[in-house]
């Protein structure tokens, strides 16, 4: 049997993600596509220190497993909270929010994500400095 070696990347490391919906280096390796069978897709989103998404919503919910790494989850009007490798964080329907990477450390965590129709993804304004130096 062939023995794996725990600190190498799950998945590579993907091209990098839009500036428009993203603060810093992103990176995204899709897994799976929408499909006849799958009414989500999947993807390993790979945050560079300091790196996070744009607050959003998802139309019908997403979920995150984080396979690498220290990072923030975030709901609007809560608290963020840290998410670590082998976190999984269920994300409601049309609820905003953001995820990243900690200041300090890169973070890579599987998103599956829903579909409403041909949509899975809302993108709203991004996420502050002032917002993310208060973690």
Do not use: C
């Amino acid at each position: 049997m062939e023995q794996t070696n725990n600190t190498e990347p799950l998945f590579a490391k993907g091209n990098p993600l839009p500036a428009d919906w993203f603060t810093g280096n992103a990176f995204l390796t899709p897994l799976l596509a929408k499909d006849k069978n799958n009414n989500f897709s999947a993807g390993s989103v790979t945050f560079e220190p300091g790196a996070r998404t744009n607050w959003h919503t998802h139309p019908k919910g997403q979920v995150l497993i984080v396979t690498e790494g220290l990072g923030w989850y975030q709901e609007k009007g809560k608290a963020a909270q840290v998410i670590k490798r082998g976190d999984v964080v269920n994300i409601p329907e049309h609820v905003e929010h953001w995820h990243g990477a900690s200041a300090s450390t890169k973070m890579v965590h599987i998103a599956i994500t829903n579909y409403e129709g041909d949509t899975q993804v809302t993108w709203l304004r991004p996420v502050s400095d002032e917002e993310y130096n208060q973690l």
